[in-house]
């Protein structure tokens, strides 16, 4: 939801990463207002979602 801040991106989403962790909050995708029907996800549409997590990924190539 911030944009893309180039070499600084790997940071911030490693940082948003730990605080998903540490404080359970899952956060909505941005622009994300319909699922398409035959991909079976669990989607976070216009609100962050509280839940026990266990794991995070942040893909930063």
Not at 12 to 31: E, R
């Amino acid at each position: 939801m911030i944009g893309h801040t180039n070499g600084a991106s790997a940071t911030i989403g490693g940082i948003a990463t730990i605080l998903s962790l540490q404080t359970g909050v899952i956060h909505p995708t941005i622009n994300l207002y319909e699922a398409n029907l035959e991909c079976d996800l669990n989607y976070m549409f216009y609100y962050a979602r509280k839940k026990m997590i266990q794991f995070g990924l942040c893909n930063a190539f």
